[in-house]
């Protein structure tokens, strides 16, 4: 069998100074858990640096990311089997089968080892069934079940674990800190990613382009900005059939500032309705959520109008640059469709965070942001610094 590769590995520019894997000393205790937690806390610096610090791959220590899917894979076989590690690895699966490999054997567990890489050998051979893999039943190769009791027995003689905690624990790159001080080093090195400001802002744009021309949550935003009280979408969990007032239809469960709602989207446009939890009784039946008093409507043409122009213009860019302007230190922003108005002939849109709120709309001059307290105002914007901003963050 040849080593499984996929090409070759990003590396960092020569001259930068290796970065540190930082890990909680408390990790290192000895404790029934000891093994378990040193893994974890390297699952937890992966996380960090990908979800806060936005870093991309090549950028951590290979060794961190290494440990990471080395866990990864033995978490996905415990739980779905090898096909499971197939289907939830995707279409990272080069890199995610090429670390996980290298980390096994870096760390000594030759058998495991070689299990993946006889998965390997079958993912390469069979295309065809390796993309039929689910990890449930009809979505199970044979081939993969009999590696799964292969690899259950050899994690009972000598566990993945075992193996990684002590070879984390000789990483020169480690470095141990003391709890006290743990989350404002790691906070340091998220900061110390020097192109995590432009990554944060091509991220939001593309959260906020999203949810002001996808047509099922500006169908949402626009229903729930109809409500007596105006309320702005913050998200969408799911859809299924359910009853809506006698009727089967299919209703989305969302949330807005105003609460969980549920909401129905069709051709016709949307309607939200207040959500009624389910509730058992004493004998043990189950009454499941139902749809309350309707609270807001908008017909299809007024989505499609506010779709239309939210493509056409550079709402997504100017929000995220105002918002910049006014909350530098936010990270996490919802943009939700509010609307046109009497006296605005453009649509509104609300940028929410936590329990702020701003409009953004567009004047004669340009995007202006409107805060929550009276007379906060940032812009106007020009239309052609809200495109150029998007511009300037790609990156090349």
Do not use: C
Not at 10 to 26: E, H, R, T, Y
Not at 162 to 176: D, G, M, N, T, Y
């Amino acid at each position: 069998m040849a080593l499984f590769t996929f090409g070759k590995r990003k590396q960092p520019p020569s001259g930068n100074p290796p970065m540190p894997v930082i890990l909680p000393a408390s990790a290192f205790e000895q404790s029934k858990y000891r093994d378990d937690d040193i893994v974890q806390a390297v699952v937890n610096y992966v996380n960090s640096l990908f979800d806060h610090g936005l870093y991309h791959r090549h950028e951590l220590p290979h060794v961190a990311l290494q440990a990471y899917h080395a866990d990864f894979y033995l978490a996905q076989v415990n739980n779905g089997g090898h096909s499971q590690f197939i289907h939830n690895s995707g279409r990272k699966a080069p890199h995610i089968f090429a670390d996980a490999l290298s980390g096994l054997l870096a760390m000594g567990a030759t058998i495991q080892a070689a299990l993946l890489q006889e998965m390997i050998d079958w993912f390469e051979a069979n295309p065809a069934a390796a993309s039929a893999q689910t990890g449930f039943s009809g979505g199970r190769a044979p081939a993969l079940d009999k590696l799964d009791d292969r690899l259950y027995a050899a994690e009972k003689a000598d566990p993945i674990s075992r193996r990684a905690a002590e070879w984390v624990s000789r990483w020169p790159e480690l470095r141990k800190v003391d709890d006290g001080f743990y989350e404002a080093e790691m906070q340091a090195l998220i900061l110390a990613n020097p192109r995590r400001d432009k990554r944060l802002s091509a991220a939001r744009i593309a959260r906020f382009h999203h949810s002001v021309t996808d047509p099922l949550h500006a169908a949402v935003a626009l229903a729930a900005a109809a409500v007596g009280t105006p309320e702005a979408l913050t998200g969408i969990r799911g859809g299924y059939l359910t009853d809506i007032h006698g009727r089967q239809e299919k209703a989305w469960v969302v949330d807005t500032d105003g609460g969980m709602r549920f909401a129905v989207v069709d051709d016709a446009g949307a309607r939200l309705y207040e959500y009624v939890e389910g509730h058992g009784d004493p004998l043990g039946n189950y009454r499941p959520p139902a749809a309350g008093a309707l609270l807001g409507t908008v017909q299809g043409p007024a989505v499609e109008a506010v779709i239309r122009y939210a493509t056409r213009m550079p709402v997504a860019a100017a929000g995220d640059l105002l918002l910049r302007r006014a909350r530098p230190l936010v990270d996490d922003a919802v943009m939700s469709v509010q609307g046109a108005t009497a006296d605005i002939p453009n649509p509104v849109f609300w940028i929410v965070i936590a329990e702020e709120s701003f409009a953004l709309v567009e004047s004669p001059r340009g995007f202006v942001l409107a805060g929550s307290a009276s007379g906060e105002r940032y812009g106007p914007l020009p239309l052609r610094e809200a495109a150029s901003h998007a511009e300037a963050l790609q990156e090349r």
